[in-house]
Structure formats: structure tokens, C-alpha cells
């Protein structure tokens, strides 16, 4: 932040803040009682405002921004919260984070019912009543769990009081393989709701699903609609198993499954893994295929476009029998429908072999809009050949999940040779993962002009290299802003590559950073903060560090802290931990505060078993009972409704 942001002209920043959503929230701080004490929810309502929460659309209310809102009367954050939730407005971390904050600072907590479900995760646990515990994690895990991916301590005092609830919901997805194991069969109803499982899990699940306990029985009895009940499971069945199925039924399955990734109702990349394993059980034993002389000619049939429709086609077409029975002609005519089916690596291997051999030059511009799914196969010197003219080509090609750091790229440098430029809807269309792909010469290229249009790109998984880059970039496309409250809103997602001085200076400018950016952070920079400067730097949210204490840069920050200073932040450390987690004791000025500790031991997942953790570990009387540890033999217990 420069000293251009206490200039009264109105800088090139200025014109994003127009949008609808920031002018709509604006407006209403505008009519909201002036400044307000830090640690006190605004009071009184302004009844001639109040009803512009009902008027407020979806697009407008995803522009969610805790500032302005942090002004409104008690009343009329209780009416945006309930109208996030009935228009079921998509928010991300950093909002939902201050937005919860915000709730437990104006008593709103009580009202779960009536909040959108992704909220409860970031709420205060220890403001959870024992009466409304089974319904607070049972409204909680409708939510996104992979939010809390910078709270991991959170996460796991979800988790715990999950238990202490005995429901556990979408929350099985932290359970760790031999809960899963010996768990009721009935926790296949929660777990297909995991958006992945982790090796572990797929092992356990097959051997619960082996057991027959389910309520399947045992895989020859399976049937296809049983199957399809399974949702995303499925994907997670063994070879071993699919050989267990009757054949009918796995075929079944396997045209049902095929279908809907052609017409696009599941990735590509989601149906691969079943493909497969369910052709590995398929798959002749090896002593058999060598008995076949090498080279062999086509056995099952020329394949044609009509062969191309059929969705057993990989069932009929192993990768060997695609390299015989697929000519030139009908590749080049019929590409798309091939591609539309979930090739395993070696058959993609195979048609870019064949592609090769027909565009020894390069593939021509319309085929490669095509391989969006190949791309992760071509080195930069292979890619070095194609000509990349169009905007179009470079988003079919980086829109997939598959294209690498080097293939990003090489994919964009062949468009910039060509006089192209990286415009704020090419950088909309690929999103801000992609950025974290680019070199830093080609980030220098950006236009100030097209970043300020393409608005808050998501970098947080940017290394530390593009994220100073960026911030560079960025730097001169905001730098300009009128105010250190507007400049914070459009320099947020980049400030993870901000010098200490920048920190520093906002946190003199009272801009109350979520614990979502902050995790974000340089380690580095992090590190010469001191205490006051990261109290005065997250304000109200400054209780939040106790629920991303276990977050790699905030662990370092905080062990490198002495014990006075941890005492500043409400911390001390666990002499017992072996990673040396901070434990609330005393809150600082106006933060939540915070209830006696509570002891639950169970199997938690991974390390973050050692952590220790918030909310669901600090129950005043009269909320949360006292956590009892629970064997996994009372696992069985944990399931919806239970």
C-alpha cells in the first residue's frame, strides 16, 4: 500500500468498485449507525433499509463483503445471513469465515436453522447447546467440507463434536480406514457424499463392501440399480471385486456410467479410475495374451462411427485392438466422439501415437480444441509445433484438469508468439489456478487494465514465486485505489506475496483480515510480524488462529512466538503436543471468549489426531456434554439419524 491511497483523485482501481454487489452492500453501510465498537454487534434497525435484503439477487449477495456488512444493525445481518441461505448463495472461505464471526459477536448463532449450512462450519462450537448439537451437525454437514482447508483444526472440531453428538453425517469423511472398517454398513449413506477418499478409505470401503454387510450383500448379488444407488463409491470398487459381479450387471453399469460421462453428467476425469479397474477385471491373464502373435492383425472388427456410439465400446476395444482397428480416416472425422469416452492412459497414449503419425507437423488448430484431454501427454517441444492463433484454442486446451505446469505454459506462449494477449476473459475462462502456471515473463504481461476487469482470481495454491509475481502485477493495476478499504478488497487474493512493510501498514489501516488470506501469506513475511501487528492485522477475526493453529505457517509463526507473546493472543503452548499446538486460554480484547478445556480421544485422521482443537474442546456448561472416548465398536452408532 503506497501512498497513492490517501490521494482524493479516483485512480483506474475506482471503476471495479461499481459493480452491483459492492455498490448494493455500500449502500446499506451508508444508511447503517457510524463506527462501531470493535468487540459490540451494531444495534437499533433502520427500518427504511431493512428491506433491501429482500430485494437483494444472488449475483449481488455472492459480492458478500464483511466491511460494510460488519456496520449493519443486528437485524439486518440476521435478514442477510437467512437470504444468503434462501437463495443458496455460493461464498467462499475468507467470506464465510468474518461472516461467522460477525454472527457470534451479534448472538445470531441460535439460528443455524435459518443459515446457509457451508456457515455452521466456521461457527464458534463452543456456542453450540447440548440440546441443538444433533441438528447443528446435521444442518453443518449439508455444508462444503473442503472449505476448511486452511482450518484444519476446525475441521477436526467438527469432527469430535460430530462424535460427542454420535452423528457424524458428511463428517465420515475424516474418519479414518479402520473406523470406516468396523463402522455400521450404513455409512456408505454418508461417505458417497466425500468429494474423494483417501487410499486408505478406498480400502476400507472395499472391504466393507467384500464383508457383504452392506446393505448390497455380497457382490454377486450386487444389481445395477444397487449400484448406481452407490453414486460415487462406485468409482472406488476393486477389480477384484467387479470380477465378483455378475456379468450382466457390471456391463450394465459400466453403459449407464459411460453415458453419462458422454453427455457430460460426469467428468472424464471422475469415471477414468472406474473404467479402469472395471476393464482390469475384464482384462485376460497375461499368460493367455502371449499366446497371441505380436502385431496382430484387427480381431473385433474395423471400428467405424457407429462403433463409436456404443458405450461398451472400451469393453470391446482393449488399447491393442484400438491401435489395430482405428484407421486415419476415422480418427481425423471422429475424434470428438472418441475423446468423449473415458480412454485409460494407454489408449489415449495410443491415439496420440496415431495423431503424431497423421499431423507429423503439429496438429492443426480445430483438432486441438479437441484434445483438451491429451494435452497432459505432449512435451513443450511437441506443443512448439502447433499454431495457437485463437482465444478459444487456449481455454479448450487449459480448461481441462489434466494440462501440467510445463503444458500451461507452452500452451500460452504459443498464443502471446502469435500477437495474442492475455485478456481479463481469457483469464476468467481459465481460472486463477492457471496463473500459478505461467512464468513470470509472461504474468509481466498482463495489462493492468485486463486484471482490474477479470476481478479477484483465487492464487492461493500459487508457489511463493508467481504469488510475489502477481502481487507485482497487481500492485500496478491497484495500487491507485482511493481508499485503504477499497485497495484491501481488490488486493486481497494477491497479498500472498506482500512485503511485511505492506502488511504493517495495513494493519494501521483497520481493514480485518480473515483468517482465509492470512493463511495465505508468505511464511517468510509472516514470520517478522510481531504479535500487535497481526492483532491489529486480523481484528475481530483474531480468535480464528486457534482454529488454523495446526496450518503449517501458522504453526511456525506461532512456536516462534515466547509465552508472553502468546498470552497477547489468548495461546499458550502444549508442552504435551509433539508439534507444539497452541491452546486458548485468555482471550484478547475483543474476541470471543472462550470455555474450560474438554478431553476427547478418539481415532482422528492423520496428524491431525495430535492437534488439538477448537470449539468442539471448549464447552461452557450448559452446552456441549462432557466427551466420553468412544471404541470404534461403538462406531455403529455414527450414521444419518442416527
Not at 187 to 200: K, S, Y
Not at 455 to 472: E, F
Request: net charge positive; glycine share 8%; charged share 15%.
Amino acid at each position: 500500500m503506497t501512498s497513492a491511497h490517501r490521494r482524493t483523485d479516483v485512480g483506474p482501481g475506482v471503476g471495479v468498485l461499481r459493480s452491483s454487489a459492492l455498490t448494493f452492500l455500500l449502500s446499506l453501510a451508508a444508511h447503517c449507525s457510524g463506527p462501531q465498537d470493535k468487540g459490540l454487534c451494531p444495534g437499533g434497525t433502520d427500518a427504511s433499509r431493512a428491506d433491501l435484503w429482500a430485494s437483494a439477487n444472488r449475483s449481488q449477495l455472492q459480492g458478500f463483503w464483511c466491511q460494510p456488512a460488519s456496520q449493519l444493525p443486528r437485524d439486518q445481518l440476521s435478514a442477510l445471513i437467512r437470504r444468503l441461505a434462501s437463495l443458496q448463495v455460493p461464498l467462499q472461505a475468507w467470506q464465510l469465515s468474518c461472516l461467522a464471526n460477525l454472527a457470534s459477536r451479534c448472538g445470531l448463532q441460535d439460528d443455524f436453522m435459518l443459515h446457509p449450512p457451508s456457515l455452521l462450519l466456521f461457527y464458534n462450537l463452543s456456542q453450540v447447546r447440548a440440546a441443538d448439537c444433533r441438528a447443528f451437525i446435521r444442518r453443518a454437514a449439508q455444508g462444503d467440507m473442503e472449505l476448511l482447508g486452511h482450518l484444519p483444526d476446525q475441521r477436526v472440531a467438527l469432527w469430535r463434536v460430530a462424535l460427542a453428538c454420535l452423528l457424524l453425517g458428511v463428517l465420515v469423511c475424516d474418519m479414518d480406514a479402520s473406523s470406516i472398517a468396523t463402522t455400521d454398513p450404513r455409512v456408505l449413506e454418508n461417505l458417497q457424499h466425500c468429494p474423494q477418499l483417501t487410499a486408505d478409505q478406498r480400502t476400507a470401503l472395499n472391504s466393507l463392501l467384500a464383508g457383504g454387510r452392506t446393505r448390497l450383500g455380497p457382490p454377486g448379488s450386487w444389481t445395477v440399480e444397487e449400484l448406481q444407488a452407490l453414486g460415487p463409491l462406485a468409482t472406488y470398487i476393486s477389480p477384484r471385486l467387479w470380477a465378483q459381479v455378475q456379468e450382466a450387471v457390471g456391463l450394465g453399469f459400466f453403459h449407464s456410467v459411460v453415458a453419462a460421462c458422454r453427455s457430460g453428467r460426469l467428468s472424464r476425469h471422475e469415471v477414468r479410475h472406474f473404467v479402469s479397474s472395471f476393464l482390469e477385471s475384464k482384462a485376460k491373464p497375461v499368460s493367455s495374451r502371449r499366446r497371441l502373435p505380436r502385431g496382430r492383425a484387427c480381431v473385433r472388427g474395423r471400428i467405424t462411427a457407429a462403433t463409436l456410439q456404443d458405450n461398451l465400446f472400451l469393453v470391446h476395444y482393449d488399447c491393442a485392438q484400438l491401435e489395430s482397428c482405428l484407421d486415419s480416416r476415422v480418427l481425423t472425422a471422429n475424434l470428438d466422439p472418441l475423446l468423449q469416452h473415458p480412454l485409460p492412459t494407454e489408449c489415449q497414449r495410443v491415439v496420440k501415437a496415431k495423431l503424431t503419425q497423421i499431423y507429423p507437423g503439429g496438429l492443426p488448430e480445430d483438432q486441438l480444441r479437441l484434445i483438451s484431454s491429451l494435452v497432459y501427454l505432449y512435451s513443450g517441444a511437441e506443443i512448439g509445433q502447433w499454431n495457437i492463433t485463437s482465444r478459444d484454442t487456449v481455454v479448450a486446451l487449459l480448461a481441462s484438469d489434466v494440462a501440467l505446469e510445463n503444458q500451461t505454459e507452452a500452451v500460452l506462449q504459443k498464443f502471446l508468439d502469435h500477437n495474442g494477449t492475455v485478456s481479463s476473459a481469457l483469464l476468467l475462462a481459465i481460472g486463477g489456478a492457471r496463473l500459478c502456471w505461467m512464468s513470470p515473463q509472461q504474468i509481466q504481461t498482463i495489462r493492468p487494465q485486463e486484471l482490474r476487469l477479470a476481478g479477484a482470481l483465487d492464487v492461493s495454491s500459487c508457489p511463493q514465486s508467481r504469488k510475489d509475481a502477481l502481487y507485482t502485477k497487481a500492485q500496478e493495476a491497484f495500487g491507485s485505489s482511493r481508499t485503504p478499504a477499497a485497495y484491501y478488497r481488490l488486493m486481497r487474493p494477491y497479498l500472498g506475496g506482500a512485503p511485511a512493510e505492506e502488511l504493517r501498514q495495513l494493519a494501521q489501516a483497520n481493514i480485518s483480515m480473515d483468517i482465509d488470506t492470512f493463511t495465505s501469506l508468505n511464511p517468510r513475511v509472516l514470520q517478522s510480524l510481531d504479535v500487535g501487528t497481526v492483532i491489529a492485522l486480523l481484528g475481530p477475526n483474531v480468535g480464528d488462529l486457534q482454529k488454523a493453529r495446526s496450518h503449517p505457517a501458522v504453526r511456525s509463526w506461532l512456536r516462534s512466538l515466547s509465552s508472553s507473546a502468546l498470552g497477547q493472543l489468548g495461546l499458550d503452548m502444549d508442552p504435551t503436543s509433539p508439534t507444539g499446538s497452541a491452546h486458548t486460554t485468555s482471550r484478547p480484547s475483543g474476541t470471543t471468549p472462550q470455555a474450560p478445556h474438554l478431553a476427547l480421544t478418539l481415532a482422528l485422521p492423520g496428524s491431525a489426531a495430535q492437534a488439538s482443537t477448537s470449539g468442539g474442546l471448549w464447552a461452557p456448561l450448559g452446552y456441549l456434554p462432557l466427551a466420553v472416548a468412544l471404541p470404534s465398536s461403538l462406531l455403529w452408532l455414527l450414521h444419518s439419524g442416527a
